[in-house]
């Protein structure tokens, strides 16, 4: 019997999670803030967003993206890969200034940006500690080298990947055809936008 991803299962978790409403007591906004008709009607888009985003990855092929065999898990098993981009364009084409939400959102920018990897092209090593990440596979295919997988994952058209915790990467395209990926973040301030990957 084929068991199902575990993804899927936080993935839907992390979205609950974003869609629940504001604990009853908890400051919504300060002083000064527009009237509560316009706060509403930003606060619903906002969520309709979040909610789309974590729902998307469910409406297409229902695939979710090649996991680490569990016998090949690991703690940094895989030593850091290459540390520039090479044959990546990274496209933000839509993104959201989170600091209206209040506390704990301050200068955080929820993304969502079109990278196109060449065959050869590498997405460089980089951390999901502080950036969380849904990466979906519009086309081709691309190999993903995770700290915490001693073999390198495989991602196909179509499929999805939850990245975040205690997670550094790398990821290469070793076909002959360029990957085109969705990735739907959230930059920390401390972040620069085109410092991520």
């Not at 950036?131 to 190999?143: D, M």
């Not at 994952?153 to 070793?174: M, P, R, S, Y």
């Amino acid at each position: 019997m084929e068991s199902k991803p575990k993804c899927k299962f936080h993935l839907g978790a992390a979205c609950l999670i974003l869609w629940l409403p504001a604990a009853p007591n908890a400051q919504l906004f300060n002083q000064g803030d527009p009237p509560m008709t316009s706060f509403i009607n930003r606060k619903s888009l906002l969520r309709t967003a979040l909610l789309v985003g974590c729902a998307l990855p469910f409406t297409f092929s229902g695939a979710f993206a090649g996991e680490c065999p569990a016998d090949k898990v690991g703690v940094d098993v895989t030593k850091p890969g290459p540390m520039a981009p090479e044959g990546v364009t990274d496209t933000v084409i839509s993104s959201i200034d989170l600091t209206s939400l209040g506390t704990g959102f301050d200068g955080r920018k929820m993304r969502m940006r079109k990278l196109v990897v060449q065959p050869g092209g590498i997405v460089p090593w980089h951390a999901h500690d502080t950036r969380p990440a849904n990466i979906y596979i519009i086309s081709g295919a691309i190999t993903e080298y995770r700290s915490s997988c001693a073999v390198p994952i495989e991602h196909k058209e179509g499929d999805v990947t939850a990245e975040f915790g205690k997670l550094q990467h790398w990821w290469k395209n070793n076909t002959k055809k360029p990957a085109v990926l969705i990735s739907a973040d959230i930059l920390p301030p401390a972040m620069a936008p085109d410092s991520s990957m």
